[in-house]
């Protein structure tokens, strides 16, 4: 069966940088794009951007342009997302996403930013 | 970027009535395909999202029927037939016509 599985929970300190994984199993990791989505505490979805793990080819949203990158590895099946320069406006949850008509989501990954 | 609009339920909802979940959206998501670019999902209390409704009014796989989506262009509904406790949560609109993708700020499910 497909899953989603993230990295656990994060504290960072204002101005790091953290590295968000999410790996795949049960399909072709190939085969579809990995979205990744932000949900501050209580808030509503929005949309960070996605990557073809097959060319590494991403799509961001413009508003997350400079805060996160996405990234995959092939080889073991798993999708990065590095947010850099974090100040506490990016604490929130994170969610790795296989959209589609059949979607799979990751449990999310909480982050917390803070000195 | 497209602005989805959702409306309030008056909350608590008794259990076995049913409701209807508005949302709008800034821009048309009926493509040329003959498609519109609506999904609907559900997020229950500690958990991820999942998708109830795809294109407007599709069911995804496994879903109740006692979920339908309905709507037009720009105006659209999500209606739940008799309401059931396993239905508690937040319901989100989200258009897939274009990037980025955007979702509307959900509307909360309470029953009585």
């Known amino acids: 069966q497909v899953n989603l599985l993230q990295s656990g929970a994060a504290l960072v300190k204002p101005g790091a940088s953290v590295k968000l994984s999410c790996k795949a199993s049960?399909?072709?990791?190939?085969?579809?794009?990995i979205h990744w989505v932000k949900q501050s505490h209580g808030k509503s979805l929005e949309w960070i951007g996605y990557?073809?793990?097959?060319?590494?080819?991403?799509n961001y949203n413009e508003k997350f342009k400079s805060k996160a990158t996405l990234t995959v590895d092939k080889s073991t099946n798993t999708a990065y997302m590095e947010l850099s320069r974090l100040t506490s406006e990016d604490s929130a949850t994170y969610y790795c996403?296989?959209?589609?008509?059949?979607?799979?989501w990751g449990q999310g990954v909480m982050v917390t930013v803070s000195s | 970027d497209i602005v989805m609009t959702q409306g309030a339920l008056p909350n608590p909802v008794p259990s076995g009535e049913s409701v209807s979940i508005t949302c709008r959206s800034s821009?048309?998501?009926?493509?040329?395909?003959?498609?519109?670019?609506l999904n609907w999902y559900l997020q229950r209390p500690g958990q991820s999202p999942q998708l109830l409704i795809y294109?407007?009014?599709t069911r995804a796989s496994g879903v109740s029927d006692r979920f339908s989506g309905s709507g037009s262009g720009t105006d659209f509904t999500l209606k739940i037939s008799g309401v059931e406790a396993e239905d508690v949560g937040v319901y989100y609109c989200?258009?897939?016509?274009?990037?980025?993708?955007?979702f509307g700020s959900g509307t909360k499910l309470e029953i009585k």
């Open positions: 996403t296989r959209l589609g008509p059949r979607d799979y």
């Open positions: 049960g399909y072709t990791f190939t085969d579809y794009y």
């Open positions: 990557i073809n793990p097959n060319s590494g080819y991403t």
């Open positions: 821009k048309s998501l009926l493509y040329s395909d003959g498609k519109t670019y």
């Open positions: 294109w407007m009014s």
């Open positions: 989200q258009q897939g016509l274009e990037f980025p993708l955007t």
